[in-house]
């Protein structure tokens, strides 16, 4: 019989593309796990890892028991959930990764709102980037997510985790403030404060103004949304702004007309498929719902 944990091992393994950082993430040593997967090829027979150059990957049959593998720590989640659910009342641990707009003005709410109708459940709050947060998910270091995703960008991986939108986001364009742009050519001219190139969001933005024939020229790059919204206030860049973060600050940047105003980016829970179903993470989705849903109506 195939052991879960070595199976787990190697899906580590496919998340993370090597064997050092899965060590990394899970603290083991290379060496343990390089013994660990060598039991498994035995127990299974075949090959699931080659080498390439310093590094590995699957093989194909590596690829298909992970696939494997997914359905199975599916059928766990279902049977940890059901027997949570058998309490009939949301209790226990539940560690949530968010990124961190919604973790300022939307958790709170949620976790109060949780502490005082749930007492024996334990939230546990995280700010993660979305990228970070759905790997821990899926390592289980995380029993949720709540992430954004940008239209035309890949969102989560379909495989072994479960998405409920929360919903929708505004997000519009904002010039420098104070500064007049009197004709394309000076809009195309503008300089843009983004997050990291490789951010979700950013590709998003890219094409965007690419589609509207604008070549952004990218002059400041932070993770921190805030930070983007202080530089249009101070007349020093360009920037995609969501209501939520101009809500929060309380500020009165006016979008432009030159930048078009009919974008959004969906706000998500996501859960290891299989525990969808689990009190504790329903009554943590349902209050993070009503706590965004009063958030937008401000």
């Known amino acids: 019989m195939l052991d879960v944990h070595r199976l787990t091992l190697l899906r580590e393994v496919k998340l993370h593309g090597s064997m050092s950082a899965a060590a990394r ?5 290379h060496s343990a796990i390089s013994q660990q997967l060598g039991v498994l090829e035995k127990e299974t027979g075949v090959i699931l890892l080659e080498k390439v150059g310093r590094n590995v990957k699957l093989t194909p049959a590596g690829e298909e028991l992970v696939r494997n593998t997914e359905a ?3 059928a766990i989640e279902r049977a940890e959930s059901d027997l949570a659910s058998s309490h009939q009342r949301a209790q226990g641990t539940v560690t949530v990764a968010a990124f961190a707009t919604i973790s ?3 958790m ?6 949780l502490a005082r109708k749930f007492p024996g459940l334990d939230v546990r709050l995280r700010r993660e980037e979305p990228e970070t947060a759905v790997l821990q998910l899926m390592s289980r270091h995380v029993d949720a997510v709540v992430t954004d995703a940008f239209p035309g960008t890949q969102g989560a991986p379909d495989g072994g985790i479960h998405t409920t939108v929360i919903g929708q986001d505004p997000i519009r364009g904002y010039l420098p403030h104070g500064v007049a742009f009197e004709d394309f050519d000076q809009l195309r001219s503008a300089r843009w404060v983004v997050e990291p190139l490789s951010a979700a969001s950013t590709q998003w933005a890219l094409r965007v103004c690419r589609e509207r024939g604008i070549e952004p020229v990218i002059a400041h790059v932070s993770s921190d949304v805030l930070f983007h919204l202080r530089m249009v206030e101070h007349g020093l860049a360009a920037a995609f702004l969501p209501d939520m973060v101009v809500r929060e600050a309380g ?5 432009s007309s030159w930048l078009p105003a009919d974008q959004h980016r969906s706000i998500q829970f996501l859960v290891r498929a299989g525990s969808e179903h689990s009190a504790a993470l329903v009554a943590v989705r349902e209050a993070i719902l009503h706590a965004f849903q009063q958030n937008s109506d401000l």
């Open 108 to 113: 709170p709410t949620a976790m109060a709102q």
């Open 72 to 74: 199975i720590l599916a």
């Open 251 to 255: 500020s009165d940047v006016i979008p």
């Open 104 to 106: 300022r003005s939307v």
């Open 25 to 29: 993430e899970l603290a083991y040593s």
